[in-house]
């Protein structure tokens, strides 16, 4: 009896484990593959406009976006506000301010434009507020907290915590349930205009996993560099793309989540050290809790993913030298376009019309502004 209770629990595995490698192969159907190898150089120069720190209106910047004349708008995470700069860099005015009411802002997040509106989103009221661009006013707001309006049943004990505009009006939004600090996951739906749930759930993956080390008298809880995570973004097509940070793989979807196709890039992943990890940290707690972590033999092969406005993908991937990211830009298509290294520290916000934006530290101010650099391909 024991002998066929055990055969049956191998061939419960063996199926098993041959149900997950069949789903996997139908999922990845389709599969382009292009080499990043002979990869042409791509140009970025600093151009003269500067955003932030030279009008002592920002010290430390959240996200950042760009409308179709150039204005650049950005999060003053001190103020709790958007600052709203000019093409040349003059500060031109700001929209909202700190407060719980609508228009207003207790943690401002994400930004994003889709015609003529900002749409800014708000980490801790749960809420998009919605701003008219010509006018620099509020117009309205979506409230994205399940529990008080949405009434999604499965749903419940989950906080909303992306969301994206997609071409069709509706919003994708992605919500985070929590079970401990390593098993915390997204759950994507559509959202309508009047913050409704529309969908069944479109996809799930597992978020970032939060380290805990209790072996000293402070507890330590922190995010590992080096932790594997999905990455997401959308196009002006209404199409989603994934892309798993553990390997160079795109994965793309249409705005229901039904795989259409992925584009695959051979990369051979950077060794990991421990001194390495340990010198991205200066508290002394957190170097001690690298230590007595249990790190992977590699980093993964990516650290960033964006989208631009002209659908074309950006990918940083890790490379020998921890300073700087190398950048791949890819056509929609998948065909390689070119690549360049650009600093690590040195934070890529968005890409607008062959323009870039990154986030950095004017150490003269000792404030950070958003920087512009011009993109020759």
């Known amino acids: 009896m024991r002998i066929q209770y055990r055969l049956f629990i191998i ?10 490698e069949k789903e996997r192969s139908i999922e990845l159907e389709n599969v382009a593959r292009f080499s990043i ?16 720190a030279l009008h002592s ?13 150039g204005n650049v708008y950005m999060v003053d995470e001190y103020r709790k506000r958007i600052q709203v700069y000019n093409s040349s860099g003059l500060n031109i005015g700001s929209i909202g301010k700190a407060g719980g009411d609508p228009g207003e802002f207790l943690k401002p997040g994400k930004l994003t434009i889709g015609g003529n509106t900002l749409y800014a989103y708000d980490e801790s009221l749960y809420r998009v507020n919605n701003y008219d661009l010509d006018r620099s006013v509020f117009e309205d707001f979506i409230q ?3 529990a008080d309006s949405l009434g999604v049943d499965s749903l419940q004990n989950t906080v909303p915590k992306q969301f994206y505009v997609m071409a069709d009006g509706n919003y994708l939004v992605a919500f985070q349930k929590v079970n401990a600090p390593d098993d915390r996951s997204l759950h994507f739906y559509k959202v309508n205009t009047e913050g409704e749930v529309i969908s069944d759930q479109l996809m799930t993956f597992k978020s970032k996993s939060l380290y805990i080390d209790n072996t000293m008298t402070n507890q330590v809880i922190m995010m590992l560099p080096y932790e594997k995570e999905t990455l997401l973004a959308t196009d002006s097509q209404n199409n989603i793309y994934t ?12 705005a229901e989540g039904k795989y259409l196709r992925a584009y695959e890039y051979p990369f ?3 060794d990991l ?20 972590a249990e790190l992977p033999s590699e980093w993964p092969a990516v650290a960033r993913f964006l989208v631009d406005d002209k659908d074309r993908f950006w990918v940083a991937t890790i490379t020998e030298n921890l300073e700087n990211y190398r950048w791949y830009v890819l056509e929609n298509s998948g065909e390689v376009l070119g690549t360049f290294d650009f600093p690590r520290k040195s934070k890529i916000k968005t890409i607008q019309a062959n323009y870039v934006y990154a986030v950095e530290l004017n150490r003269r101010y ?12």
Request: net charge negative.
């Open 37 to 52: 190898e002979e990869a042409d150089p791509i140009t970025i120069t600093k151009d003269r406009s500067y955003f932030g």
């Open 273 to 292: 050290e421990e001194s390495d990890v340990v010198e991205m940290f200066t508290n002394v707690f957190q170097r001690r809790a690298i230590r007595g």
């Open 268 to 270: 051979q992943k950077r």
């Open 144 to 146: 994205l907290n399940v």
């Open 57 to 69: 209106t920002v010290k430390k910047i959240g996200d950042v976006a760009v409308d179709s004349t």
């Open 366 to 377: 000792y404030s950070e502004e958003v920087v512009k650099y011009i993109v020759e391909f």
């Open 11 to 20: 061939s419960l595995v063996l199926a098993v484990s041959y149900g997950c």
């Open 243 to 254: 892309l798993n940070t553990e390997d160079f793989l795109i994965k793309v979807w249409d």
